[in-house]
């Protein structure tokens, strides 16, 4: 069993930084795709970043050139950078794993961390 715990949500001004990481329990290195979703108040959860065992990297549109996702397997962490954050940004943000790849939309097979929010205001 997989145990994820996020951390580094909080609330940030448009424009500035922040920093989620994942820690897991255990082992990543047999995880070939770890990642990123995010939901908003009223909306589907959605995939944000992923990045597989091989360090191959995908991001939703809405991010790129903004977000960068990073993988260490010695640490067992996955790191989600985010940068010039909007306040569509705004939602809970998962950490995910699994076997196989991560798609858009969550399934019961991935493994879920408890979730960060982050807030972007004025």
């Known amino acids: 069993q997989v145990q994820l715990v996020e951390s580094g949500g909080g609330l940030v001004q448009p424009g500035g930084s922040l920093r989620l990481s994942c820690a897991a329990s255990?082992?990543?290195?047999?995880?070939?795709?770890m990642g990123w979703y995010h939901q908003a108040p009223g909306k589907q959860r959605e995939l944000v970043a992923s990045i597989t065992s091989g360090g191959s990297t995908k991001y939703a549109d809405s991010v790129k050139g903004r977000f960068t996702i990073s993988r260490d397997n010695t640490e067992n962490t996955v790191y989600l950078q985010m940068s010039n954050l909007k306040p569509e940004d705004t939602a809970v943000y998962y950490c995910?794993?699994?076997?196989?790849?991560?798609?858009?939309?969550?399934?019961?097979?991935?493994?879920w961390g408890q979730g960060t929010q982050v807030t972007v205001s004025s």
């Open positions: 255990g082992s990543i290195a047999s995880l070939y795709a």
């Open positions: 995910a794993a699994s076997y196989g790849i991560l798609l858009l939309r969550p399934r019961a097979s991935d493994y």
